[in-house]
């Protein structure tokens, strides 16, 4: 079994059930200067990328936390240490191997478009909502890490075609936060909608319209946290029977302005 498939099966049991590989070249083409290779992994050859598709990921995470309830009580971001902890385990798949591992959590201090990443992997094509979106999983999917190697694994060839072409766009009809001014999502009039208005705290409406995937559509209990952390995470304490109050954290709320200031995201960019 070579150093990729050992990889892939040792992260399939936390629900990562998206790999894709991107050659060091073909990113080092798409991407800044900053986020290079030479900069990131000198003489990297390649980049593993791993997401997940559905609820697979979800699933295994409550399963966690239900069994250690400390790693949802006494974790900020409990899911982004799941994952962490899911990637610390795989990792000895490596070998000697030389990498460097990165994640998609908002509180990283180096962000890789991960969009980007997923795309030039063949996970997912661009699209109006502003997420890859996949030929099976739809909107569905989550990207999580990403592992810079000093080893030339073969890449994924081609690239997933527009999944929105020849679509009616049922998402730009049912977002009520208007956040598609241009036909595509908008950042800005996204987050703007969201501090004015509480109609978009347990889900995405244009999201959720995607005629893609939707038998993958994630539990409630995970649209519900991933679009309100404060009050999704209360749900899901009390889901697993933790009681009111032993949750340190009791929930973050929304992060969006702290979350692109981080990526240096700017409004005509979003949609890409």
């Given at each position: 079994m070579s150093s990729l498939e050992t990889l892939r099966a040792a992260l399939?049991?936390?629900g990562m059930n998206l790999v894709g590989v991107v050659a060091a070249d073909t990113w080092d083409a798409h991407a800044p200067a900053a986020q290079q290779t030479e900069t990131l992994l000198a003489g990297a050859?390649?980049?593993?990328?791993?997401?997940?598709?559905?609820?697979a990921l979800?699933?295994?995470?409550?399963?966690?936390?239900?069994?250690?309830?400390?790693?949802?009580?006494?974790?900020?971001?409990?899911?982004?240490?799941f994952v962490r902890r899911s990637v610390k385990r795989a990792d000895a798949a490596l070998g000697e191997i030389r990498r460097r591992w990165f994640y998609s959590a908002?509180?990283?201090?180096?962000?890789?478009?991960?969009?980007?990443?997923?795309?030039?992997?063949?996970?997912?094509?661009?699209?109006?909502?502003?997420?890859?979106?996949?030929p099976t999983y739809g909107p569905w999917i989550g990207l999580r890490a990403a592992c810079f190697l000093d080893a030339p694994w073969p890449s994924d060839d081609g690239l997933v075609p527009d999944l929105c072409d020849g679509c009616p766009a049922p998402c730009v009809k049912s977002c009520p936060g208007r956040a598609f001014p241009d036909g595509r999502w908008d950042v800005d009039s996204c987050s703007g909608f969201k501090r004015?208005?509480?109609?978009?705290?347990?889900?995405?409406?244009?999201?959720?319209?995607?005629?893609?995937?939707r038998e993958h559509r994630y539990p409630d209990l995970a649209v519900a946290y991933h679009n309100h952390r404060a009050t999704g995470r209360s749900a899901l304490a009390?889901?697993?029977?933790?009681?009111?109050?032993?949750?340190?954290?009791?929930g973050v709320g929304p992060h969006w302005d702290d979350w692109r200031k981080r990526v240096g995201i700017r409004a005509k960019e979003s949609g890409t």
């Open positions: 399939a049991p936390a050859k390649s980049i593993v990328v791993f997401g997940n598709g559905g609820g979800w699933k295994s995470f409550v399963a966690d936390i239900t069994e250690h309830t400390e790693h949802l009580c006494e974790e900020l971001h409990p899911l982004d240490a908002a509180t990283e201090t180096i962000h890789l478009d991960f969009r980007k990443l997923g795309w030039l992997a063949g996970l997912g094509s661009r699209s109006r909502l502003g997420l890859l979106i996949h004015a208005s509480d109609t978009c705290r347990s889900s995405c409406a244009a999201r959720e319209a995607c005629p893609l995937g009390a889901s697993i029977g933790i009681a009111p109050g032993a949750d340190r954290f009791q």
